[in-house]
């Protein structure tokens, strides 16, 4: 496969977020990162602002949430692997702009797609791969006109 990275996950919702939106600084377009927390689930990072003594800015990596159901088996097995996902944050809603509900933070995440497709399989999103023997060289030639 080639090295450039296709989209996985246009846009997914992180749940259970343990931030408040509008103090962290977070933006649409800021690079965040998937890794494994402890209970098992696929934990959301960022680099956060959390400042000193609320006057010293400072940035430190932190947890956002974690990804639902849906997405952590869609990005399980390629972060099994190791491979390299490109996360970003596209959307956001702050507190103060939600209207009463919860804050919402959005990713998408990019990658290689060649761990993928067991998953589509079994979903059946996918068509199985097919396996036939390969026919002769010459086999997709059709005869010229007129001979």
Same mark, same amino acid.
């Given at each position: 496969m080639s090295d450039a990275?296709?989209?996985?996950?246009?846009?997914?919702?992180?749940?259970?977020?343990?931030?408040? $939106?509008?103090?962290?600084?977070?933006?649409?377009? =800021?690079?965040?990162?998937? =890794?494994?927390?402890? =209970?098992?689930?696929?934990? $959301?990072?960022?680099?956060?602002?959390?400042?000193?003594?609320?006057?010293?800015p400072r940035m430190r990596p932190g947890l956002i949430g974690h990804l639902g159901p849906m997405a952590e088996e869609i990005v399980a097995p390629s972060i099994a692997h190791g491979d390299p996902l490109r996360v970003r944050i596209i959307d956001l809603v702050p507190e103060h702009l939600s209207n009463g509900f919860p804050a919402e933070v959005f990713i998408s995440v990019w990658g290689d797609p060649r761990h993928l497709q067991p998953i589509l399989l079994a979903a059946g999103l996918a068509d199985e791969p097919e396996t036939s023997v390969p026919q002769g060289r010459f086999s997709s030639l059709k005869p010229a006109y007129g001979s």
């Open positions: 990275k296709l989209p996985l996950i246009h846009k997914a919702p992180v749940e259970g977020l343990v931030i408040h $939106v509008a103090r962290t600084g977070l933006a649409i377009g =800021d690079t965040a990162w998937l =890794d494994r927390l402890a =209970d098992g689930s696929v934990g $959301v990072f960022a680099r956060l602002s959390q400042p000193i003594l609320g006057l010293i």
